[in-house]
């Protein structure tokens, strides 16, 4: 955008040095007229720079300045946009601006010619992170064209005090060009609703940043927006509102990332709506877009079990604890085969989840063992695993219930067995 811009100026300088003092420049200031000898040795210098031998044009021009004080205002000035356009090529922009410089303090000059140059002035000053001056330089274009529309003046002003921390400041132009551009229909620049948004952002205005968010959605529809409006709506707590943003965006197709995929299922999970968090991680397995380690098999472990279903958090259990270093995803999947009444494989399980070790409570893992037992009617393998819960003092208490209560049913067993012997 910037070369173009400079493009630009550089055939509105053509066209006036064709013109030789045109009406406007009669008018404005009486600009003395572009001498037709000086004109050739302008043109000619740039044909060699157009043909590729730049530093032949500058030694053109070097010859042109020797009879710099010979030259009017408006013939200086054009000599020196010359050189100035040629150092921008050659990606020089120090001594390009230093030479478009030299163009807009000649005077005096058509009006164009001195807009165009301060404008592009500016826009290399800011690249150079020459602040100060983008900011002077913009200030002398408003004084010398007041009626001009200055949305874009505006959108540099606001980033050169962005870029020197002056957030505040910063954000009275941006707003402005913002809404003189809506108010004519539509929506602004993409770019500058992306500045506003991070003027807001480092002055701490989160809600401020979801509403230019939210325009931004709505204007353009990029994935990368939803998410951050889902991240904004997070941090100021709307959890729904999150949610509802991810979900949206998991709908359009926007979601790929494993990360932007687990979001969502967290999202789901903690809105208490865990069979959708089970979805939408198996999916992202299946497809290979969520990478199956134990934090993300953890989670999908978690959202079955909540859902209530059963065989598919067992499964995911099973995936995960082969991931683990130690029995405690075992030890769940246990608890959880032992309330589905799968005793057999409840005791398998406590019984992996004790051979691996590093349980927080392994006491319990003894309990799940001899109440799949009992339910087993194994009554004397149901004693043995509390005799051995008993041994840890977390579950004694109910190590000794379970033990009192299997020899209860034990005794009541072998008393049948006798009456109908």
């Known amino acids: 955008m910037l070369r173009t811009n400079l493009l630009v100026a550089m055939t509105a300088a053509a066209i006036l040095a064709a013109s030789f003092g045109s009406v406007e420049a009669q008018e404005r200031k009486r600009t003395p007229a572009l001498r037709a000898q000086v004109y050739d040795q302008l043109s000619m210098a740039q044909e060699l720079a157009d043909g590729g031998d730049v530093p032949a044009g500058l030694r053109a021009l070097a010859e042109v300045e020797r009879k710099a004080d010979s030259m009017n205002s408006y ?38 010619l001195e807009l165009n140059t301060l404008f592009s002035l500016a826009q290399l000053a800011l690249t150079q992170e020459r602040y100060a001056e983008v900011l002077n330089y913009l200030d002398r274009w408003q004084q010398a064209s007041p009626d001009a529309d200055a949305s874009k003046a505006q959108v540099l002003k606001a980033q050169a005090l962005y870029q020197q921390g002056e957030y505040q400041a910063a954000l009275e132009p941006i707003t402005a060009a913002i809404n003189a551009r ?5 929506y602004a620049d993409e770019n500058w609703y992306i500045l506003v948004r991070a003027i807001q952002f480092e002055l701490g205005n989160t809600r401020a940043v979801a509403t230019v968010l939210e325009t931004m959605i709505r204007a353009f529809n990029k994935p ?4 951050q409006l889902a991240g904004v709506y997070a941090d ?21 990332e494993g990360k932007d995929l687990m979001n969502l299922a967290q999202a789901y999970f903690f809105n208490e709506v865990p069979f959708k968090a089970g979805q939408v991680i198996e999916k992202g397995l299946a497809d290979g877009n969520i990478e199956a380690n134990l934090r993300n098999l953890k989670m999908l472990s978690q959202s079955w079990i909540a859902a209530r279903e059963t065989d598919k958090a067992v499964v995911a259990l099973a995936k995960a604890a082969e991931l683990s270093d130690d ?9 959880v085969l032992l309330n589905a009444e799968r005793n057999e494989e409840a005791i398998e399980a406590a019984e992996a989840a004790l051979q691996r070790g590093g349980l927080d409570a392994p ?35 109910m190590a000794v219930q379970w033990e009192r209560f299997a020899s209860n049913e034990k005794q009541q067993a072998e008393l049948l067995e006798e ?3």
């Open 75 to 112: 013939e200086r000035a054009m000599m020196w946009n010359f050189y100035g356009y040629m150092y921008y090529e050659q990606d020089d922009v120090n001594n390009a601006i230093k030479y478009f410089a030299k163009v807009v303090d000649e005077s005096p000059i058509p009006e164009s």
């Open 182 to 186: 809506e108010a004519k229909g539509g």
């Open 224 to 227: 990368e927006y939803w998410l």
């Open 236 to 256: 100021l707590g709307e959890d729904k509102k999150q949610l509802a943003m991810l979900e949206a965006a998991y709908q359009q197709g926007f979601l790929t």
């Open 327 to 335: 029995g405690q995803l075992h030890a769940q999947r246990a608890q």
């Open 363 to 397: 006491g319990t893992m003894h309990l799940v063992i001899g109440m799949a037992e009992l339910n087993l009617l194994n009554y004397n393998d149901a004693l043995s695993a509390f005799a051995e819960a008993k041994k840890f003092d977390d579950v004694r208490k």
């Open 419 to 421: 009456l109908n012997s």
